[in-house]
């Protein structure tokens, strides 16, 4: 059956026009492709990329009883053979350009393609030709990025079309209220994956009975601001009701790596962790996931439970975003006073003392913590509730001997005699870069 298909037209080396309609006209001996109508070429300027000349473009109307994919073949074969070299900079110069536009009614989102193209409606020198072709932009189908899905099923639907399209995918499980930390991993998943997908949900599972659930920021709209400024594919924001219906009774088992720290501390917090994460797995099966190093304990638990499941993904930790003074970014900074944010940094100060120490020869685990300590212990804001070095890695205590390689985590509260502290966690590797 023929379908309408409209190519995006351009160049910008040599000689132009030529080379466009040299393409056209091979364009047109493929079997299965009939030319039926080419716009003017317009000379735009380039959008993107490094220095290079001016364009000409245009939009060409097609006739084809190609496959999208197959189409989009014939179209990069065609560039090759006019000289354009794979693997040169993005946007850049190049003597002939053909972009798939439209492809008849169909929305197509693979790794190889997406159709209506992802940024028709931000192109005067396409949505011209368009109109000039008869085609009203204002009537086409506007991508949106991020999708916002609430409902469980369309969100595995959407994932399970990226993996049918070979797309690589990645997922970024968060609580919502986000800040620079988690844009930072978004953009490594961006570079990662050809499909990221966050994943908005405060989980009732992971908070105490006295704990601050029902006051955690919410910030929803500047939420989808910052997704769709770090080029988010899709957010996932369901209802409570809706990842945990009536009658919902399992929980994931956490073991080792749960002990002690926060695990002692919030003892229902990493079962309600593991068992949201796991079903976000199950609805999303990503092939990557990405959580920041700030939360140590709980990336230890997850890559335990990712293994011992055998979810297929690659867990990634992402380094430890921080402010000019060294407070680790997190959601509930939002929350300190005045005094207590100007206090807060002190839980850096006292990691980055201990990890001077180490690298300049101390390794006896108790003259490390109590460097730390004599730091934490200037501060009167701040509570401290637990100082460990633990082992790089599972997080287990260490060997009795010299500490040659381990991570120290803190946590201290502020605000701690008011209706409301503030828990504050960061960790340092020692014996490593700072912030490894």
């Not at 844009?183 to 966050?198: E, K, N």
């Not at 005094?339 to 990691?351: G, S, T």
């Not at 001997?401 to 991570?407: D, I, L």
Request: include cysteine; glycine fraction near 8%.
């Amino acid at each position: 059956m023929a379908v309408i298909a409209y190519i995006g037209l351009g160049a910008n080396l040599g000689e132009r026009e030529a080379q466009i309609r040299a393409g056209l006209a091979a364009l047109g001996r493929v079997p299965g492709v009939r030319v039926l109508d080419v716009s003017s070429l317009r000379e735009t300027a380039p959008v993107g990329g490094p220095p290079q000349p001016p364009y000409l473009n245009g939009v060409a109307r097609l006739e084809t009883a190609l496959s999208a994919p197959a189409l989009l073949g014939v179209c990069q074969q065609l560039e090759r053979d006019a000289g354009r070299v794979a693997g040169g900079p993005r946007n850049g110069p190049r003597p002939l350009d053909l972009d798939l536009l439209l492809y008849g009614d169909e929305r197509i989102d693979t790794a190889d393609l997406i159709v209506p193209h992802p940024r028709l409606h931000e192109r005067p020198f396409v949505l011209e030709p368009l109109r000039e072709l008869g085609v009203e932009p204002a009537a086409l189908p506007r991508p949106a990025r991020p999708l916002v899905v609430a409902d469980p099923e369309e969100f595995a639907a959407l994932n399970t079309g990226w993996l049918h399209g070979r797309c690589r995918t990645g997922l970024v499980p968060t609580m919502g209220a986000l800040h620079e930390g988690h844009a930072s991993l978004l953009r490594i998943a961006r570079q990662t994956c050809d499909r990221v997908a966050a994943t908005i949900f405060v989980n009732p599972l992971q908070f105490g009975p006295k704990e601050d659930f029902a006051r955690y920021p919410r910030t929803l709209e500047r939420d989808l601001a910052l997704l769709a400024r770090e080029g988010a594919d899709a957010v996932f924001v369901p209802e409570t009701s809706a990842m945990y219906p009536g009658g919902f009774v399992s929980r994931i088992a956490v073991g080792r790596e749960a002990e002690g720290m926060e695990g002692a501390a919030r003892p229902d917090h990493f079962s309600g962790v593991a068992t949201v994460v796991a079903k976000l797995f199950a609805l999303a099966r990503p092939t990557h996931a990405f959580f920041g190093r700030k939360d140590a304990q709980q990336v230890a638990v997850l890559r335990r439970m990712t293994r011992d499941l055998g979810f297929p993904i690659g867990l990634v930790e992402c380094p430890t975003v921080r402010e000019a003074d060294g407070l680790a970014l997190s959601s509930r900074n939002v929350y300190l006073s005045p005094e207590d944010r100007r206090a807060a940094p002190v839980l850096y100060r006292a990691l980055r003392a201990a990890h001077a120490a180490h690298a300049a020869g101390e390794r006896r685990a108790e003259a490390l913590l109590a460097v730390a300590r004599g730091h934490l212990a200037q501060e009167p804001r701040a509570r401290l509730e637990y100082l460990e070095l633990r082992r790089e890695g599972d997080l287990a205590p260490l060997a009795p001997g010299p500490v040659t390689f381990a991570r120290l985590l803190v946590v201290a509260r502020f605000a701690a005699d008011g209706p409301h502290p503030v828990r504050l966690l960061d960790n340092l590797s020692l014996g490593a870069p700072l912030d490894a």
